[in-house]
Each structure stands twice: as C-alpha cells, then as structure tokens.
C-alpha cells in the first residue's frame, strides 16, 4: 500500500509540475507582449514608463528566473495581480470557486441519478428496443456541444414554457430558493453532457460483471437473486463506481467552462473565459492551475480510495 | 442457416454500413466544399430577403437579423468550419503520430517523458488550453487550425503508440528485428502500413472533436470577426436573437450536430469493420 501510494503520488505530482510549467511557458511563447497590450495604445506611454511597468511586473527577468520566481509564489497561494483591474489573482480565483464547486455538485448529483436509471431501464433486456434507443440517444449526446444541449434546455423552460430564468446567479446567502431556481438549467445542461458517458461505461461494466464466472457459479449453487446482487455483485462494483464518480468530477469540471459563461455563473470557468477575451494573461494563468490542480487531486484521491478498497488495483496500476 | 452463412451474413452487414457511412461523410464534405456553388446568395449578402423571415421557397432556411440568407450562410460557414477540421485534423495526425511512434518505437525513458508529457496536456481541459492560444494568437481560420490542431495531438500521440506497440510485438516483426532487419526502417515501411486503418479511426474522431472546438470557440466570442462566419459563430449569432427568431439559431445547430455526428459514425463504422475483421480471421 505504501509503495502504491507513494508511486501514485509521485506521478501525480509530477503530472502537475509538468502542466504547471507548461502553462507558465505557453504564455511567454506565446506572441503578444503583455505590458504594449495593455498600455501601448495609450497617450503619453513613454518607453521608459513601459520599461518600469516590466521591471515592476518582474517581465525584464529571464524567463527560467520568472518561472522559479512565479512557482515559489503559487506554492505560498499567491498567483500575481491581475493587469487590468489591479486584484490580486488569488482574490478574483477565490470569489468565483463557490459558484463552480455549487454547480459541478448539482451537474454530479443530476449525472449519477439520471446514468444509474437510465442504465438500469437499459440492462433489464440487454438488446431489446428500449436498450438500443437508450443506446442512440446516447450517441447523439457523444456528438452535442454542451452550449446546444443549453440553447435547447433555455428554448423549452425559459422561452417556451416560462418556467425558470434563463441566465444569472443569486449567491446562496440571497435566498435558497431564487438560488436553486437558477441553478436548475446550468446543472442539468452539465448533468446531460456528463451522462452519455456514464450510460456508456455503467452498462459496459454491469454487463460484464452479469455474466463473468463468479456470478455463474453462485446462482449455480443456489443462492437467491439478491444474495448474488448483496454478497457478490456490489462489493464487485465499488471499484468501477468509485471510478466512475472521479470520471464524472473530473467531466464536470471541464464542462463547466462554457455552461458558466452561457448562463451567466460567476465561476472559475467564466472568470477563465472573461480574462481570455481581455488577454489578463495573469488571471488565465492562475485559473489554469487552480483547475489543473483541482483535477489531478481528484483522479488521486479516488485513486487512493480505490487501491484502499480493492487490492487488486493497487498492484495493476504499480504495474501499469 | 448454417453458422458460417450467418458470419457471412453479418460481415455483409457491416460492411454495407461502413459504405453507407463513407457515402454520408463524403456528401457532407461535398455540400460544403461546393458552397460556392450551391449557395443561392452571397453569404454576407444584406437585404435579400425581409429580416427574420421564416423557412419559404426563395430562402430555404429563412432569413437572419440582416436579411441575409441562411442558408447560404450555413452552406460558407459549414465551409470554414470542414476547412478548420481537416487542416486541424491533419496536423494532429503528423503531430501526434510522430510523438506516438517516436515514444512506441524508442521505449525507456522517451516513451515515458514523451508519454507523461501526454498525460499532462490531457489533464488540462481542451477548451481551457484553447482559451490561451486563442487569446494570444487572435482568431483566424489559421490560428483556430493550429490550436485545434496541437490540441487534439496527445489523444493521437496515445493512440498511435500503442498501435505500434502492439504490432512491434507481432511474430512478423521480431522475426525481422530478429534478423537484423532496423527497427526505424520496418516502421517506416512495413508498420506504418498496418496501423494506417487505426489512424483513420482517430482521424474522424479528431475531425468530429475540431468540429466541437471550433463551435465552442465561436460560441464564447473567438471565433471570425463578422461578417465571416462559421458555423459556431452562426449559432453564436443565433442564439443572440432567439427571442426573435427560433429559425436563425435552429438551423446552425442542426447543421453542426449532422457534421459532428457524420464524423463520429464513420469512425465507429471503420472501427466496427476493424474488430470484424481481427475476430473473422
């Protein structure tokens, strides 16, 4: 277990070393100077002005010096200041994360009830009609941008039937109710751009889990249906589960950027989008890591979880 | 029927499927390919038509906010659209087959730095890595296919590695290492003939993901500036008047499902057709 945790650990941290940095790098190889982008086009910016604006944004180092320099801040929390509104990054990240958090928590609720259902209605006849049209409608959702599943969702509610707002976000403390109303149409948008590959996976696994030796055998010798379903069938399925949820979190955290930006949710991935679009590279730079972070921590921890749970994982992946 | 006549059978089948998915994509190809001349309007051609008006006989899919015709609008975004796709597509294909082959064929220490280094890139989510470029780049037709382009390139270095993985481990290639044939030289000639069908599988799935990354791009505001548009952008535009007109956000949508959708079939179908063969023979 040691030896496991130890080796997970490190390729998880190297992964995240590895991303980081190339971050940092994409955006100094990247054409465009930061410090002309946002003063050059003003009057009265003399080159000595530019050049002391670099020195105190630390630009005139070279560039191993700014990395080691900018690593050693993101290592005590502090991700630099934005260009255009003066904040300090950390400040802006951390205002936008509750909204994020509270958004990829509804879209994984909604995602694992609507999966595990629909999988369940899918596998009582594996083959049947029901199975093969569950089946198309989840190849169509492999195919469908999440911004349409939400242009349809907002058509029907909010133009059509009138039942719910069509973009914006009340904090929670504002009232739970206005809160939850608003979080119905982002959430679900996510829950169905999540689900096909839920659907897909769950009944792969069921399937495969029905028909392998060890149930044989114990129907074989007798046991009732539910004890093969209580004793043998879900200890089996912990693991794929637990995998399961990490992929999920993980979905949802990548398709949260364009749902937050479509409906108006002040989340990390609309702060992403915003800094973009105003080339506030500082800001991009911060969210990048914040979620990059965020998704490696939770393949890791369900890893854990898993090698915790089931032997067998832990030598498979030291192996692999 | 005996058993080989159902095995007959059902390779027919497949088959007929995997034509029928090639004929679909080609035609999608074509129709966009030809906008010039299937377009019966200019693409940013104002006022040929009364603004907002529904689907009718002179404007199939009706008109936008401008008067211009949807249709023809569609048929030159669509255009840009398989153009982003096929340039990003190609890319990512050089690209990444040579970081995957690179990594399968040298083993050790290149295969996990260039492996890991995959691994990474795949843990940033697309669209964020996107924004990047994107920002830095402007976006142009050129900068949307190199970003789609580089992006879809780990996916593929992954693929593509373990394709030559496993067939370096065939008995037809370690009898040939065996006898002192040089490895760079079978991959060159022999391997990468093999996999070819595997890298066509990938190849439309990354043209359906470009696809995807160009309408999200474009619907978030990096897409062309106006008055070119592809079809991200069109919905983008779309979804801006749907209170006036459902008709000037419908059909853009459809239109990008039925592209991404093409892809993603034909590349099921060749896989499909791949698994049948291995199993038959």
């Known amino acids: ?175 739970i109710v206005q809160n939850l109303k608003l979080m119905i149409l982002p959430a679900f948008t996510g829950a169905m751009v999540v689900s096909p590959y839920l659907i897909k996976y769950l009944r792969t696994s069921i399937l495969e889990t ?111 | 029927m005996t058993f080989e006549a159902l095995k007959q059978k059902k390779r027919m089948k497949v088959k007929l499927r995997g034509s029928a998915s090639l004929i679909l994509l080609l035609g999608t190809l074509a129709i966009f390919l030809l906008a010039n001349v299937l377009s019966p309007y200019g693409p940013n051609d104002i006022g040929v038509g009364d603004h907002f008006a529904p689907p009718s006989g002179a404007h199939l899919f009706g008109t936008d906010n401008l008067g211009r015709d949807l249709l023809s609008r569609i048929l030159f975004g669509g255009r840009i659209t398989v153009l982003i796709a096929l340039g990003a597509t190609s890319i990512a294909l050089i690209l990444g087959s040579a970081w995957g082959i690179l990594a399968g064929i040298r083993g050790g220490w290149i295969d996990e730095f260039l492996m890991r280094t995959a691994d990474a890139l795949m843990a940033v989510p697309l669209i964020l890595f996107a924004l990047f470029c994107i920002s830095a780049l402007g976006s142009s037709v050129a900068s949307l296919i190199l970003v789609a382009g580089i992006l879809l390139s780990p996916s593929t270095a992954r693929m593509a590695r373990s394709a030559v993985k496993a067939e370096l481990a065939s008995p037809y290639v370690v009898s040939a290492v065996a006898s002192g044939f040089s490895k760079v030289r079978l991959v060159w000639n022999e391997v990468m003939v093999n996999i070819a069908p595997q890298l066509l599988v990938q190849i439309s799935i990354n043209a359906a993901s470009a696809v995807m990354l160009e309408a999200t791009l474009s619907f978030v505001g990096f897409g062309l500036q106006p008055p070119n548009a592809s079809l991200g952008t069109l919905i983008l535009q779309g979804y801006a008047q749907i209170y006036n007109s459902i008709w000037f956000v419908l059909f853009p949508v459809i239109t990008v499902m039925m592209t991404i959708l093409v892809f993603n079939n034909y590349g099921e179908q060749l896989r499909l057709s791949l698994d049948s063969k291995r199993s038959s023979s």
Not at chain 1, 43 to 71: F, K, Y
Not at chain 1, 124 to 145: E, H, L, M, Q
């Open chain 1, 1 to 175: 277990m040691t030896k496991f945790i130890l080796r997970r650990a490190a390729s998880s941290a190297i992964v995240l070393v590895l991303s980081v940095v190339t971050v940092f790098l994409s955006i100094r190889i990247l054409p465009g100077d930061p410090v002309l982008l946002k003063f050059g086009a003003q009057t009265g910016a003399t080159p000595a002005a530019l050049d002391a604006l670099r020195e105190s944004a630390g630009l005139n180092h070279p560039m191993l010096v700014q990395l080691m320099i900018w690593l050693g801040g993101v290592v005590r929390g502090d991700f630099g200041t934005s260009f255009i509104s003066q904040l300090p990054v950390s400040e802006l990240v951390g205002q936008r994360i509750p909204a994020t958090l509270e958004l990829t928590f509804f879209i994984v609720v909604i995602a694992s009830i609507l999966s595990v259902l629909l999988v369940l209605i899918a596998i009582r006849k594996p083959g049947s009609a029901t199975d093969r049209f569950i089946g198309y409608v989840t190849s169509i959702g492999f195919s469908t941008p999440s911004f349409i599943i939400g242009i349809i969702l907002v058509y029907i509610f909010a133009l059509r039937w009138h039942v719910l707002p069509s973009q914006g976000f009340k904090s929670i403390d504002l009232g």
């Open chain 1, 210 to 320: 029905r028909t392998s030796s060890y149930i044989r055998t114990a129907k074989g010798k007798g046991l009732s249906s539910s004890a093969v379903l209580i004793r043998h069938i879900l200890p089996n399925s912990i693991v794929p589960t637990l995998t399961m949820l990490g992929m999920i979190v993980g979905f949802a955290l990548g398709g949260v950027f364009v749902i937050e930006y479509m409906f108006a949710v002040p989340g990390i991935g609309s702060l992403a989008i915003e800094s973009a679009s105003a080339r506030d590279y500082s800001v991009l730079q911060g969210v990048s890591v914040v979620v990059i972070a965020l998704f490696i921590i939770t393949t890791f921890v369900f890893d854990m979880i898993c090698g915790f749970v089931d032997p067998r994982q832990r030598v498979l992946q030291v192996k692999s």
